[in-house]
């Protein structure tokens, strides 16, 4: 693994599945949501040439790296450097339990409360993935599945990605 893109809902697994990988292969790791949105309340996208200028100066930074988030159009601006793609494509209650779960993100919130505060928000915004028709859906993740030329896998379970980190390890 040498180039890797990981997409799917909230709550899905990405980041950890990413971290994992990044620390099992040696890869640097880029999580999307820290090059996707301005410093504003309530959160505002950057538009996107300034997020691709971010991209493009992380791939320009390194040559081995795994790139995560639940957006198609920043992801689709990479994809044709990526060697694999996964798709975590689990049901929408097991990312809700997962955000549940969640550790802080301190590169997110300033606090667990203030995490914890956005918790209700966001357990119904992964409620909506398969409904929306916005880059963060269900819809935009399968068209850049089926479109992107890299070596494909899907996980429909934390069960069957949790056998992929097990066997990173053993």
């Not at 090059?35 to 691709?52: D, G, Y």
């Not at 049901?91 to 590169?107: I, T």
């Not at 819809?139 to 494909?152: G, I, M, N, Q, W």
């Amino acid at each position: 693994m040498n180039k890797v893109i990981i997409f799917g809902n909230s709550g899905s697994g990405k980041s950890t599945l990413a971290c994992a990988l990044a620390k099992r292969h040696q890869l640097s790791h880029l999580d999307l949501d820290t090059i996707a949105w301005q410093a504003s309340n309530p959160p505002t996208r950057l538009p996107l040439e300034q997020s691709k200028l971010h991209i493009q100066s992380f791939l320009d930074k390194y040559t081995n790296w795994v790139i995560e988030g639940c957006y198609a159009d920043l992801l689709a601006l990479v994809a044709p450097f990526a060697e694999e793609a996964i798709f975590l494509n689990l049901p929408v209650s097991e990312c809700v339990d997962n955000a549940k779960r969640r550790p802080w993100e301190p590169h997110k919130y300033p606090d667990k409360q203030a995490q914890d505060a956005n918790l209700p928000m966001l357990i119904d915004w992964i409620g909506q993935y398969t409904t929306r028709e916005d880059t963060f859906s269900l819809s935009a993740h399968e068209r850049l599945y089926r479109d992107v030329k890299a070596t494909k896998m899907m996980f429909k379970s934390n069960v069957s990605a949790r056998v992929l980190l097990d066997n990173m390890t053993s």
